[in-house]
C-alpha cells in the first residue's frame, strides 16, 4: 500500500490532543476523541491492505495476524514491563490488586470489557489507573481479530456486496451507540459493539479509495478543511459532560474520513499534516499513546509539582509540558529500540515473534494472577 505521510500526520493530530486531554489541561476538554480519529485511521488501513492483498490472491491470516503482534505487542509489553517495579513501590494494596487485573486483561486483550466493568472513563479515579488508555487498544485488537474474518467469509459474494454488509454493520452500531449512551452509558464507551461504526467508516473510506482517485480540486480543498475543523471542533468544544459516542462522536469521525478522502498533495491540508515535525510526531505516535498515561498517573500518585487550591490532584502546566515530553523521548526510543526491530523479518522470525508473543503474555498473566490472589502484594507492609 502506498505510504501516506499526511496519515502520520493525522495520527499526530489525534495523539496530541489524548495526551493533553489525561495531563488535565481544560482547552483540549475534548482530547479523548482523538481515539476516535485513531479508530477510523485504523479501519482504513486495515482495509486498504486486505483489499490488496486479497484481489491479488495472496492474502493470509497467518500473514495478517503476524504484522498485527509485531505492530502491537513489544512496545505495549515492554511498556507494562517497564511500569511493574514503579507499581510494586507505589501502589497501595488495593491499587496494585487492580493492577494486577489491568495486565491480566491487556494480555487477553480484554481490558475494555475490564473498566467497563470497574472504571467509568470520566470519573475522577480514572486519573489514577496506569492502564486505562489500553482499553482503546483492546477494541482495535478485536476488529483484528473478527474484521479479517468477515473480508474473506463474504469476498466470493463481491465488493459491492462487502460494503453493503459493511455499511450495515456501521449502522447498527451508530445506532446502538445512540440508544446505548441513555442505558448503558459505560458500556456504551468501552465495548466495541458501539465502536463499529467508527472502524467501519475507516473501511468504507478504503473500499472507495481502492478503485477511485482522491477527488482534486476545490471540492479536495473545502472538504479537507472541513474535516479538519470539524475534528478541532470537537478537540475543543467537546467536554466529559457530553454523552460520548453520541452522534457527537460524528464530528472527529467524519472529519477524520473527509481528510483520508480528500487531503491531496495540493490542498492546505495535506501541507500541514506533511510537516515535518507532525509526521515525526505520528510515527512514534502508537508509543506515545502508550506512555503518557502511566506516567501521568504516577506523577499525581507520587505529589509531583501539584497545583494548589480546590483540586489537589491536579498537575501543573509546566509539569504536564515536561511530562508530555519525555512521554515523546520515551516513545522515540522505544519506537526506535522496540518497535522497528520487531517489524524486521529479518532479525525476528515469525515463529520467534509468535512465542515471544505467547511467552510473555502467560508470564504477565501469571504475575497479575499473584498480584491478585495476594491481595496487592500485602506482605510488602508490616
Known amino acids: 500500500m502506498k505510504y501516506r505521510q499526511e496519515i502520520d500526520g493525522l ?29 477510523v485511521i485504523s479501519g482504513y488501513l486495515i482495509t486498504s491492505i486486505i483489499l490488496k492483498e486479497q484481489e491479488a490472491g495472496k492474502f493470509s491470516i497467518v500473514n495478517f495476524y503476524e504484522r498485527r503482534v509485531r505492530r502491537i505487542l513489544p512496545a505495549l509489553f515492554f511498556v507494562m514491563l517497564v511500569c511493574l517495579p514503579f507499581a510494586w513501590m507505589w501502589l497501595l494494596p488495593h491499587e496494585l490488586e487492580d493492577f494486577g487485573k489491568s495486565i491480566i486483561a491487556v494480555s487477553l486483550f480484554s481490558s475494555n470489557i475490564l473498566f467497563w466493568r470497574e472504571n467509568d472513563y470520566f470519573a475522577v479515579d480514572a486519573e489514577f489507573i496506569p492502564l486505562l488508555h489500553t482499553w482503546s487498544l483492546a477494541v482495535e485488537e478485536q476488529f483484528y481479530v473478527f474484521f479479517p474474518l468477515i473480508m474473506i467469509t463474504f469476498w466470493a459474494l ?86 460520548f459516542p453520541s452522534l457527537y ?36 505516535s502508537y508509543s506515545a499513546y502508550l506512555w503518557h498515561q502511566p506516567l501521568f498517573v504516577f506523577a499525581r500518585m507520587r505529589g509531583l509539582d501539584f497545583m494548589s487550591g480546590d483540586h489537589a490532584d ?46 510473555a503474555s502467560i508470564l504477565f498473566v501469571a504475575t497479575g494472577i499473584v498480584l491478585v490472589v495476594s491481595d496487592g502484594a500485602m506482605f510488602r507492609y508490616a
Open 249 to 284: 462522536a460524528l464530528a472527529p469521525t467524519l472529519g477524520t474520513a473527509l481528510i483520508i478522502l480528500f487531503a491531496t498533495k495540493d490542498t492546505l491540508v495535506y501541507k500541514l499534516l506533511s510537516w515535518r515535525i507532525m509526521v515525526g510526531i505520528g510515527l512514534i
Open 158 to 243: 463481491g465488493k459491492r456486496w462487502l460494503m453493503a454488509i459493511i455499511s450495515m454493520i456501521g449502522v447498527l452500531s451508530l445506532a446502538l451507540t445512540e440508544w446505548g449512551w441513555r442505558d448503558f452509558p459505560v458500556a456504551n464507551f468501552y465495548l466495541i459493539p458501539s465502536r463499529a461504526w467508527e472502524l467501519m467508516m475507516g473501511a468504507l473510506s478504503a473500499f472507495y479509495l481502492f478503485k477511485n482517485r482522491q477527488p482534486e480540486g476545490v471540492i479536495a480543498h473545502v472538504a479537507s478543511f472541513s474535516g479538519l475543523l470539524l475534528i478541532l471542533y470537537a478537540i475543543f468544544f467537546l467536554h466529559s459532560g457530553i454523552p
Open 11 to 39: 495520527r499526530a493530530l489525534a495523539v496530541i490532543p489524548v495526551i493533553l486531554f489525561h495531563g488535565g489541561i481544560e482547552w483540549f476538554a475534548g482530547g479523548y476523541v482523538g481515539v476516535d480519529v485513531f479508530f
Open 314 to 359: 491536579e498537575l501543573s502546566l509546566g509539569m504536564v509540558a515536561v511530562l508530555s515530553a519525555i512521554a515523546l523521548v520515551f516513545a522515540y526510543l522505544s519506537w526506535r529500540f522496540v518497535e522497528r526491530p520487531f517489524r524486521d523479518r529479518r532479525r525476528f522470525t515469525r515463529k520467534q515473534v509468535f512465542s515471544a508473543g505467547i511467552t
